[in-house]
């Protein structure tokens, strides 16, 4: 039978050692405890027989000598061996680790390796399949799959790996001493004689608020030949449960993909002792064909920074992203080119699913930012599933300066009361052509934002070059007013849709614009269809109206008046859609006989002149028409 086993002992250094045979019965698993390494890792071997019907007892691991504790690796690999080519459907090991003495770690310190499913209720791990299963009590793994085979015959094997005794420098682990008191290596954890872990943050020894916890290697920026502390390029980095902390920034490069192995609330990134302006995570120049999965950052609250930056990325993909943000005037997500190569932002990324809250006491912050500088726009990124969770007036959801053809579907941008926060800026501070061609298709930002005033907003005036940003969709809540701004175009709402009370008038081209137009005292000739007055149309659809008076002067005698709207200069228009007609004996010398049109559509593809077109029967003297005239775009 073949035999392989792989010892992690910290993240990235691997031991290897090849066992002897076992014997065993079908359908049995015994225990040989295997020898003790010269690191201190200790392997404990199951050997499991299938029986002809391919299953496979359940063998029980539970705290003892020699058996897992906080700061370990626990890793399960089935090895082929001949027969089938996996268990059957609810092989199970129960595995029970213990953080100090006999007391077993909860089960929220289990999560199941790739290809098999945890239960929520136990720390039983299931459905062994694809070749390897991977709890992990509270530690980091990077497992490699290994295929079972055409095995009927299959060896189960647990590696159970003490954090190393003097770790290599750089490297993550912890330290094992009686007492940490006077541990000062930055990078390291030191676990004491009490199970208490402790981290020196660069000043003081503090004690991490929870037992298992790793720390992430440090960053480097010296480009995508340098991924050591992500794994080699195209790698893939997978982070089972329990928490992570790093006190530098973890730089993602090309082809890299980082993994958090399970649900979002399986595993989170959290910051220690950074200083001011370090981003948790962010990505090397020029990076493509990057991805993040399943991750959940936490910024800390002396930072001036953020929680993931996009600086130059391409073609990345994020799926499953939830982000908090803690500190003053941090940001959760920055979109940005600096640029690390001139011209170029970042672009072409797509993120899926992503929840970003900001704490009350995160005065200035923001959940997402676009900026940069005014030769490289950030462009053609796209966010599917986008909600912000604001917590202070001061906050701002979706900050758009550097940015254009970005698409954003289903954006809900909430309060945790009724502030007057702002659910999207367009800045164009930094570059007059930018923001624009962003489409944002159904925004949600009527639940407790904006009290009395609106939540979109414009910072700085777009220039004569910058393309219109658009709103597909906008469910306004009971207090908000619709944006009325320059370079936005808002189409549909959901809710009601507030007036404005500024006393100012809608721009050309925007639903509500007005037009008008007035003359006084055109001469007019006895049955003569006249020119009163004309209003040119823009391309639209459009509601006209037009009332004409008539002024008789003394010794005429009038019969009849009429007003038309036409859009053929001197023509009547048809009664009575475009217009009335009064007949009546009129007395000479009498004014203000008044004849006022119905509101009429005109729904037009080009630019257009409607006139207001009055018509009278007289004799005996003169008569003049006084008209005014006005226009509403409708929609």
Not at 242 to 268: C, E, M, Q, V
Not at 288 to 316: F, P, Q, R, V, Y
Not at 452 to 470: D, L, M, Q
Not at 485 to 504: E, H, P, R, S, Y
Request: proline letters at 4%.
């Amino acid at each position: 039978m073949k035999r392989l086993a792989i010892i992690l002992s910290a993240l990235f250094n691997l031991f290897v050692f090849v066992p002897g045979a076992f014997a065993t019965a079908d359908g049995s698993c015994v225990f040989t405890p295997g020898p003790t390494a010269s690191n201190g890792s200790l392997e404990l071997v199951w050997v499991c027989t299938s029986g002809s019907d391919g299953g496979v007892n359940a063998p029980t691991l539970t705290g003892a000598t020699n058996y897992p504790i906080a700061g370990t690796a626990v890793r399960m690999e089935i090895i082929p061996g001949t027969g089938r080519n996996q268990p059957t459907t609810g092989f199970a090991l129960t595995l029970n680790p213990i953080s100090s003495g006999t007391i077993p770690d909860t089960t929220s310190d289990f999560l199941h390796g790739f290809g098999a499913s945890c239960s929520n209720s136990s720390s039983t791990i299931k459905d062994v399949q694809s070749g390897y299963v991977a709890p992990i009590p509270n530690r980091m793994l990077v497992p490699t799959a290994s295929g079972v085979g055409n095995a009927k015959t299959f060896t189960l094997k647990v590696w159970v790996t003490p954090g190393t005794a003097s770790p290599a420098s750089g490297s993550p682990g912890f330290v094992r001493r009686a007492s940490c008191s006077g541990f000062n290596t930055a990078g390291q954890f030191c676990l004491d004689a009490n199970g208490l872990e402790w981290y020196y943050s660069g000043s003081s020894l503090v004690q991490v608020p929870t037992t298992g916890t790793l720390i992430l290697p440090s960053g480097d920026t010296s480009g995508a030949t340098d991924t050591a502390n992500l794994g080699a390029a195209t790698g893939k980095v997978y982070l089972t449960a329990g928490r992570y902390y790093t006190d530098k920034t973890l730089f993602i490069n090309n082809t890299n993909h980082l993994f958090l192995n399970g649900p979002l609330s399986g595993a989170t990134i959290n910051v220690l002792g950074n200083g001011p302006g370090i981003e948790v995570v962010t990505s090397g120049a020029m990076t493509s064909g990057w991805g993040l999965e399943n991750i959940h950052i936490n910024t800390a609250t002396n930072t001036t920074g953020g929680a993931l930056k996009l600086d130059t990325a391409w073609a990345g993909y994020v799926k499953n992203l939830t982000i908090l943000v803690q500190g003053s005037s941090q940001y959760g997500l920055c979109v940005t080119g600096t640029p690390q190569v001139a011209g170029i932002g970042s672009s072409y990324n797509t993120l899926e699913n992503t929840f970003i809250t900001l704490t009350e006491g995160a005065a200035g912050a923001t959940a997402v930012q676009f900026t940069g500088v005014s030769t490289a726009g950030n462009s053609h990124n796209v966010f599917i599933n986008l909600t912000v969770a604001l917590g202070a007036a001061s906050q701002t959801g979706l900050w758009l300066q550097v940015g254009d053809t970005n698409t954003f579907t289903q954006y809900a941008c909430y309060g945790n009361t009724d502030i007057a926060a702002t659910a999207i800026n367009f800045d164009y501070s930094v570059a007059t052509q930018w923001p624009g061609d962003n489409y944002i298709y159904g925004l949600d930002d009527g639940y407790n934002i904006s009290s009395g005033s609106s939540a979109i907003i414009n910072t700085g005036i777009p220039g004569g070059g910058a393309t219109p940003n658009v709103i597909f969709g906008l469910r306004l809540g009971d207090s908000e007013t619709i944006p009325n701004l320059a370079n936005l175009q808002v189409i549909g709402t959901v809710g009601q849709f507030q007036g404005t009370k500024a006393a100012d008038n809608a721009r050309a081209g925007i639903v509500g614009e007005y037009l008008s137009n007035s003359a006084g005292s055109v001469g007019m000739t006895n049955a003569t269809p006249t020119n009163a007055t004309s209003i040119a149309l823009s391309p639209g659809d459009w509601d006209v109206q037009c009332t004409a008076m008539f002024n008789s002067g003394s010794g005429t005698a009038a019969t009849g008046i009429e007003a038309t709207l036409s859009t053929i200069s001197g023509a009547s228009g048809s009664l009575p859609q475009y217009g009335g007609v009064l007949n009546a004996t009129f007395s000479t010398g009498v004014t203000y006989n008044c004849v006022i049109t119905p509101t009429v559509r005109f729904n037009v593809s080009t630019g257009t002149t409607v006139y207001c077109v009055a018509d009278s029967w007289f004799s005996g003297g003169t008569l003049t028409v006084s008209a005014f005239m006005r226009a509403r775009r409708v929609r």
